[in-house]
């Protein structure tokens, strides 16, 4: 220790602290037999630093692959239920209450309903990994990458409760020390796929990769990953120039999740998408298919001419480049609102029966290039209103609310177009 | 008068279970004055006598860095707890015994619970209490919060850490006021450090650093002889501490700007 570079006083007590720690240890613990507890075992392959990786990636395509082949019969089921009721509905006397039944609400918000149980089996799978101990893991593994990449090591809980809904990620920021650490997390954090985002990829990759549902929409989530932490490494050293801190986590030990826990807690997350159906989403439904049958030539007019149809046909042409047309960007539009509007605004928009029928649809419009072009953009654009608004609340400012808008549309934009341009070079 | 005990400890070791272990459904819950860390007080009887139970956040240090960390530190400092509970995770030792001494250097009456030992047993593993009491100088309660073991030997480790006079004086509701002067009145821990007021039950440290360090702290403790007000607020070995590792809210208490220099000279 010299006279010109003094150590820190804090550090030269933490080590002295430390030295009397492990002298009063080596003196007062004796290891047993056992040399290793069931915990130790499992940390040392699931917290290995590369094996660790290679392990939740794997899991992580597990569970999106169990979550869609265990739901696809119950997402036939209630197809023909929600068929069932439409036919009943259009049975209405009154033409216009027929409509607004049949093809607003059931078309709608029943279409979204079809994409309940992956919601639930989704929930189901992360409760179990929750209560096994494993996530707590797998947010550790990923936090050593952070730090290396010069993250605030705090950030990656409110990245990680972003896959379920953007909101309380975005508020879970407010762990994270530092403005400009804090600033950065509640910026990227809704790049992370949210929940509201999957009705969107299984419709889509329903149609496009049947075959591969399951590894698409796991690419989808690992793609939101990747651009968080390299959005988040350019604004670190573009706009705040902060430096990292590795974060203390607290380990639980592993556990057999009980069947009983795991269906309680997938059931507290899942109701609230369903409460979500139930308001925000049927009134979007509610007025998707007013502005869709309204137009400037009176009721019932085709939907081109509807103020939907014109709303998007002026807008349409922003979108000539990514080969996306009206009918996509008027759903993209609403999609502003929440993210399951998409999904429920091309269904009222084809107006047509099932997922079979948009599937056709959709076939119809895109090439598979386009379609993964507007995946891409469905998971990096605006996640919905909501979002913005706990960005405001959280910043305290409508400046970085806006920046959040403008910089995850135009990051949407450009990635799709490079979908495209690339897509087409090689297809 | 009750007698007031602080339960702390790190994240995740069982605190909350050993309050209500202890406190039962006898608690009310708050927020500390002007903070977002919630606050739970609960009361148990035992041996004739009342105790009131202060649970504190959980925290790894006491660097008053995060509201947690303050809040704990300042209930400490403040309101001199007549016992301060340390909340361990036996199969944790290592991270949790750095809370501990942080605790060793505040100088309170400590009394050490080792939670979840049963895991630490399943382990094969072996703690030597006897030994591990002695080298903190304070009690150790083997317990396992969950399976409700070691609650009515923590409850009489409490109570017997207090001398018998103290607790008698508690009960009858007597107030000790600055400047009173009746010789078996308070805690003499440390005849040397003296106060009146809050500052009696200050037990000597336990655990003493290396030899270069004691002695700039000492030189600290020298330098701030004359701040009356300061060292009435604080233990002087554990101000001496915090100044010497220029802890950001302590060090702006000394307003003269001479001293303040000085101070920085030695912990250089």
């Known amino acids: 220790m010299s006279k010109d570079n003094p150590i820190d006083p804090q550090i030269l007590l933490a080590e002295e602290r430390y030295k009397i720690i492990s002298d009063i240890i080596s003196e007062v613990y004796s290891k047993g037999e056992k040399h290793y507890s069931k915990t130790d075992l499992l940390d040392r392959v699931f917290l290995h630093p590369y094996l660790g990786i290679m392990i939740f990636l794997v899991v992580m395509w597990a569970m999106f692959h169990f979550t869609f082949e265990a739901s696809a019969v119950f997402m036939v089921i209630i197809e023909n239920i929600i068929e069932w009721l439409k036919g009943f509905a259009l049975q209405i006397p009154n033409p216009v209450i027929a409509s607004l039944i049949a093809e607003g609400i059931i078309g709608g918000v029943g279409f979204i309903l079809v994409f309940v149980p992956p919601i639930f089996f989704m929930y189901f799978t992360i409760s179990i990994l929750e209560d096994s101990g494993y996530l707590a893991r797998a947010a550790f593994v990923m936090d050593k990458i952070m730090v290396k990449m010069g993250l605030h090591g705090r950030s990656f809980i409110p990245l990680l409760l972003g896959f379920g ?86 380990l639980p030990e592993y556990q057999t999740p009980t069947f009983h826990g795991s269906v309680i807690h997938t059931w507290e997350r899942g109701v609230l998408f369903l409460k979500k159906a139930g308001t925000y989403l049927l009134f979007g439904a509610v007025l998707l298919w007013f502005i869709s049958k309204m137009g400037p030539g009176g009721y019932d007019v085709p939907i081109a001419e509807s103020y939907a149809g014109i709303l998007g046909n002026a807008i349409a042409p922003l979108f000539v480049p990514l080969g996306f047309d009206w009918t996509i960007v008027t759903a993209l539009i609403f999609g502003f609102f929440a993210k399951e509007i998409v999904v429920e605004s091309l269904s009222i928009i084809y107006s047509v029966n099932g997922a079979a029928a948009i599937r ?28 913005i608004g706990t960005i405001r609340k959280e910043t305290n400012s409508w400046k970085w609310a806006m920046v959040s808008v403008v910089y995850q549309v135009g990051l949407a934009y450009s990635m799709a177009f490079l979908v495209v341009a690339v897509g087409g070079l090689i297809f | 008068m009750r007698v007031k005990i602080a339960l702390i400890g790190n994240p995740n070791v069982g605190k909350s279970v050993i309050f209500t272990n202890l406190t039962g459904l006898k608690q009310h819950t708050g927020n500390w004055p002007g903070k977002t860390v919630e606050q739970r007080v609960g009361y148990y009887e035992y041996d004739g006598y009342e105790f009131e139970v202060w649970d504190l956040p959980g925290v790894y240090s006491l ?176 101000l001496a501490l915090r100044l010497f590792e220029r802890d950001p809210q302590i060090l702006a208490m000394v307003t003269n700007d001479e001293l303040k220099q000085k101070i920085l000279e030695v912990s250089r």
């Open chain 1, 165 to 250: 809904c953007s909101v309380p990620g975005i508020m879970a920021a407010r762990t994270v020390d530092g403005r400009e650490n804090r600033l950065t997390t509640i910026l990227v954090t809704p790049l992370m796929s949210c929940s509201a985002r999957l009705p969107v990829y299984i419709m889509i990759a329903g149609a496009f990769f049947p075959l591969y549902q399951g590894t698409i929409v796991f690419l989808m989530y690992i793609i939101g990953i990747v651009f968080a932490i390299l959005m988040a490494l350019i604004f670190q050293k573009l706009i705040f120039k902060g430096k990292s801190s590795p974060f203390i986590m607290e």
């Open chain 1, 360 to 387: 056709l649809q959709l076939l119809g419009l895109m090439t598979p290039v386009t379609a993964f072009a507007l995946m891409i953009f469905v998971l990096l654009y605006t996640p919905c209103i909501a979002a």
């Open chain 2, 63 to 238: 660097s008053a860095r995060s509201e947690d960390e303050e809040v704990a530190r300042n209930f400490i400092v403040d309101s001199r707890p007549e016992v301060v509970v340390d909340i361990i995770n036996a199969a944790q030792l290592e991270r949790n015994l750095y809370l501990t001494l942080l605790l060793i250097e505040l100088q309170v009456n400590l009394v050490v619970v080792l939670n979840m030992y049963d895991v630490v047993e399943s382990k094969g593993d072996k703690i030597d209490v006897k030994r591990l009491s002695e080298r903190i100088g304070a009690p150790v309660v083997v317990a396992s919060a969950i399976k409700r073991m070691g609650m009515n030997e923590l409850k009489r480790a409490i109570k017997d850490a207090i001398p018998e006079e103290h607790l008698k004086r508690i009960n009858q509701e007597h107030i000790h006021l600055p400047g009173e002067n009746d010789r078996d009145d308070h805690l003499h821990y440390h005849p040397r450090l003296h106060h009146h007021g809050q500052y009696e039950r200050l037990r000597p440290p336990t655990i003493k650093y290396s030899t270069e360090i004691e002695y700039k702290l000492k030189k600290i403790v020298e330098l701030m002889s004359k701040e009356k007000e300061i060292l009435d607020r604080f233990p002087p070995r554990w």
